[in-house]
């Protein structure tokens, strides 16, 4: 069983920046292709941003290209999404996933049904 667990949310301006944190536990961290996925109220959840279990690929989102970076430190079992230049309509609660389907390879994936293991979700308010 792989348990994750998101921090770093908060409330910021817009234009400000945070960066979340995703740490997952129960499996060889470098096996597990990870993903980041928001849900504002009212509205279905969506993929954000991806990294492979190498941590050589990347793939986002178009509505958050060049203002997110998702990241990973397999030394520390954790993966990063650092957000830049945010909007008001990048609220939402955000959500960490991973799987070890295609463990070790470049494989990344972008649709929620790919992922088996979900946290409990960080809150980014972004004020206008």
């Known amino acids: 069983q792989v348990q994750v667990v998101e921090s770093g949310g908060g409330l910021v301006q817009a234009g400000g920046s945070l960066r979340l944190s995703c740490a997952a536990s129960g499996r060889t961290f470098s096996s597990l292709a990870m993903g980041w996925f928001r849900q504002a109220p009212g509205k279905e959840r969506e993929f954000v941003a991806a990294i492979s279990g190498t941590g050589f690929s990347t793939r986002y989102a178009d509505s958050v290209k060049g203002r997110f970076t998702i990241s990973r430190d397999n030394a520390k079992n954790t993966v990063y999404l650092q957000m830049n230049s945010l909007k008001p309509e990048d609220t939402a609660v955000y959500y960490c996933?991973?799987?070890?389907?295609?463990?070790?390879?470049?494989?990344?994936?972008?649709?929620?049904?790919?992922?088996?293991?979900w946290g409990q979700g960080t809150q980014v308010t972004v004020s206008s």
């Open positions: 996933a991973a799987t070890p389907r295609s463990a070790f390879t470049g494989t990344i994936y972008i649709r929620g049904d790919q992922y088996d293991y």
